[in-house]
């Protein structure tokens, strides 16, 4: 694994190297600093979801089967982000499925980030219940994207109740923990 790893670096820093060189030296370059600059982008925002899904690989199952289909989805986007960027022409030709890709990736990072913060021996009351809410709003906003995307009609009510069963117990889990703790305290 080693030698890989190594093999890995090397071709990265020799491609870092030329591209340095092409922007610095090429006279049209607009296009190449424009694909660099979504390729950081890309790299960034599914770097910070796989490493949302990698926290998950330390928990116990189930929890942890949610980590591995983050990062095996993330490194699908990351890859089919990467084929839309460089292929040879100035528009990406099947934007639905690289922006659901993209969507099912921020929705497992999303859910990563939610079960991130369960720790087996800890009873926060009602975090457990919120958790699952949040995760079923998450489940339910991917399949509306995939079936919005396939031709199937669902209306922006759904999409907006989904939403609401995501974002109202993923921002109530943190004031959840702090109300346990002030209880807590006061016995």
């Known amino acids: 694994m080693a030698q890989l790893s190594r093999l890995i670096l090397a071709i990265g820093y020799v491609g870092g190297a030329v591209l340095l060189l092409l922007l610095l030296t090429k006279s049209n370059v607009d ?18 979801v796989a490493a949302a899904g990698a926290r998950l690989l330390y928990h116990p199952e189930p929890v942890d089967l949610w980590g591995w289909a983050t990062l095996l989805i993330a490194a699908a986007t990351l890859v089919l982000v990467l084929v839309e960027i460089w292929r040879d022409h100035s528009y990406f030709e099947d934007m639905d499925r690289t922006i659901v890709m ?6 497992l990072g999303g859910g990563s980030l939610v079960l991130s913060g369960e720790d087996g021996g800890e009873a926060v009351p009602g975090a457990a219940v919120a958790r699952r809410v949040a995760l079923v709003g998450l489940v339910a906003l991917g399949t509306m994207a995939v079936l919005d ?30 109300a346990s703790e002030d209880s807590g305290a006061g016995r």
């Not at 009609?153 to 974002?167: H, T």
Request: proline residues 4%.
């Open 149 to 178: 995307t396939s031709g199937v009609d669902i209306g922006s009510r759904w999409g907006g109740a989904a939403a609401v069963l995501f974002l109202v117990p993923a921002l109530s889990l943190p004031f959840l923990r702090w």
């Open 102 to 107: 993209v969507m099912i990736s921020l929705l």
């Open 31 to 48: 296009a190449l600093s424009a694909r660099v600059g979504f390729t950081t982008l890309a790299v960034i925002v599914l770097g910070l």
